[in-house]
Structure formats: C-alpha cells, structure tokens
C-alpha cells in the first residue's frame, strides 16, 4: 500500500519585537511614577499623620508658621535659635486654645482689636503684667506673618489695643535729695552720740554704694 505521511503544518515563528537600544533612564532622585515631592512636614503635622487626627485651620497655620520661621533669618541674618521658634509659636497655640476654650471659630483673622484685648486681660489675670508683656511681644510675630504671607489686617497696627509694659524693677541708684535726708536724719556728720553716729556711718556706706555699685563688686 502506498503510504501516506501526515504532513505536520508549520507556522512561521513570529517574530520578536527588538528591544529598543535606548532604554530611558531615570535618576535616583526622580520621584516613583504617580508620587510627588513633598516638603518635609513639621512635628506638628507629622504628630497628626502618627495619631490620625486632621490639624485644625488654626493648627494647619502654626504648622505652616513654624515651618516658615525655620527657612528664614532674623534681622540679625542668622538662623532662627529652636528656643526663638518656640517663643514665637507658642503663644500661638496659647490664643488658640483660648479661642477653643471661648468658642470662637474661625482662623486667626476673626481676631480683632476688641477681642485681642479680652484674650490679654485673661491671660493678665493669670500671668501678672510681665508675662503679659512678653507673651504680647512675640504673638506680634505671628499676625506679622499672617499680614505678609496672606494679607491678613494686623490687629497690632489697629487702634485701641490694650499694651501691656515691661514690669519695672527697683532703681539701681537711690535719688539724691533721699539721700541727703538719710545723711541729715542720722546727723549730718554732728553726731555726738554711739548710735547717731552708727547710723549716720552706715548711710553714707549706703550713699556710696548707690553712687558707685560697681566699686563694691
């Protein structure tokens, strides 16, 4: 019998499609495809990521203050000091916990003149005059920065708002007419007794000391 063979049908091998030679290559530095670069958050955002908690509007602007008081100098062109940036942020975060506390929404811009003076005779009442006067020094920061950086009205350049002074110490010198009443009282030097005598002594010690303190150190 003749034989028959099953020819195998055979299809053309497709061809593999070559490889491009220039293969694009992204730097080290490049963000992963679909990201983008993020600044560095602050500890008060960073804070918030780790508890899950979302920063107020209130919260969002201190986070966004400190950070800016960290890329920028003082007037001295150098770097803010961390107790600077501290001094500066928190009496921030002190007038929003009294707004909280007041119930007062809103940002910092709600803060007029009126309620500005409120908030600092509470914190008057609690902190005496020279904590008053330093917490009203470095709270200007902030409302300076609200004025630059947004165009906020700064409630410091208003009229009517309550300044608080520096709490003055006791004179360094004594006034010279009490000290020539002092001299006087203790005999002017015409002593004819002990204890006049004594005394008229120690007030002219005391009158030179006050002349002259820097003789005694």
């Known amino acids: 019998m003749p034989s028959t063979t099953s020819a195998r049908s055979h299809h053309p091998a497709r061809p593999t499609p070559a490889r491009s030679t220039t293969a694009r290559l992204k730097s080290p530095l490049a963000a992963p495809s679909g990201t983008s670069a993020v600044t ?3 500890a008060d ?3 918030a990521a780790l508890t899950g908690t979302v920063l107020s509007a209130r919260g969002a602007t201190l986070a966004e203050f400190e ?3 960290r890329t920028v100098n003082s007037r001295d062109g150098r770097p803010y000091e961390e107790k600077t940036i501290v001094n500066y942020v928190g009496p921030g975060k002190n007038v929003d916990t009294w707004m909280t506390g007041n119930g007062i ?3 910092f811009s709600v803060l007029d003149v009126p309620t500005l003076n409120r908030y600092f005779r509470d914190y008057y009442l609690k902190h005496g005059q020279g904590g008053t006067h330093t917490l009203q020094r470095n709270l ?3 409302f300076n920065y609200l004025e630059h950086e947004r165009g906020f009205a700064n409630p410091y350049r208003g009229d ?3 300044r608080y002074a520096p709490v003055k110490g006791r004179p ?3 006034a010279d007419d009490f000290i020539d009443e002092l001299l006087e009282a203790t005999g002017g030097g015409r002593a004819r007794d002990f204890e006049t005598s004594r005394d008229h002594a120690i007030a002219s010690c005391a ?4 002349a002259a303190p820097s003789s005694w150190a």
């Open 207 to 210: 009158a030179k000391a006050s």
């Open 67 to 69: 950070d800016y008081l």
């Open 40 to 42: 560095a958050p602050t």
């Open 105 to 107: 929404v809103g940002d």
């Open 140 to 142: 200007i920061q902030l």
């Open 45 to 47: 955002a960073e804070g």
């Open 160 to 162: 009517g708002l309550n």
């Open 172 to 174: 360094k010198t004594l």
